[in-house]
T-cell receptor, first 110, second 116 residues
């Protein structure tokens, strides 16, 4: 099955700086890559996703890039704000079964 | 509209007890998924329904785990004879289409199960 690795496990950034989280996947057939944000006591919330026919996607301060050859994808958050502090998960799938990374705890320092 | 809801939000069970966890998906969503999230880890797939049909139960860890969705809407995840290793957050997700690879899965808040 699909195996997703996510780095780093923790990330501390100064407010206003950028944050980058990287993921690799093992199954070259995977074609859908969502990113979820999970706050304490809540379920994961989709923040952005990308499909295999697209190399980059942006939504305001959030962007995701996909390199299918290298089988890795990254999340970029610019101009970080305190409300960006949360756990972020990447995931990959070729059908309906999402395989998640272990998560990155992002802390934005004021 | 309303999102995915789950109940109870917290459940404490003594080892050996049976528990039932409920999921109300977004109205009209055809696909429903259950995931298990251990502390400090990402969610792991348990099972998938399309309407009332359970199409994939490959992630259920043992035969003590059973899920149903009899009318194609509300789903229940049942765990029999709970063990300490069953302690986790159980997440339910739903999506609007037929489980295609690009369907967005919307998650509920989860049920935190603690087995003593």
């Amino acid at each position: 099955g699909e195996n997703v690795e996510q780095h780093p496990s923790t990330l501390s950034v100064q407010e206003g700086d950028s944050a980058v989280i990287k993921c690799t996947y093992s199954d070259s057939a995977s074609n859908y890559f969502p990113w979820y944000k999970q706050e304490l006591g809540k379920g994961p919330q989709l923040i952005i996703d990308i499909r295999s026919n697209v190399g980059e996607k942006k939504d305001q301060r959030i962007a995701v890039t996909l390199n299918k050859t290298a089988k890795h994808f990254s999340l970029h958050i610019t101009e970080t704000q305190p409300e960006d502090s949360a756990v972020y998960f990447c995931a990959a799938t070729l059908d309906y079964k999402l395989s998640f990374g272990a998560g990155t705890t992002v802390t934005v320092r004021a | 509209g309303a999102g995915v809801s789950q109940s109870p939000r917290y459940k404490v069970a003594k080892r050996g007890q049976d528990v039932a966890l409920r999921c109300d998906p977004i109205s009209g969503h055809v696909s429903l998924f259950w995931y298990q999230q251990a502390l400090g880890q990402g969610p792991e797939f348990l099972t998938y329904f399309q309407n009332e049909a359970q199409l994939d139960k490959s992630g259920l860890p043992s035969d003590r785990f059973f899920a149903e969705r009899p009318e194609g809407s509300v789903s229940t995840l049942k765990i029999q004879r709970t063990q300490q290793e069953d302690s986790a957050v159980y997440l339910c997700a739903s999506s609007s289409n037929r489980g295609g690879s690009t369907d967005t899965q919307y998650f509920g808040p989860g049920t935190r199960l603690t087995v003593l």
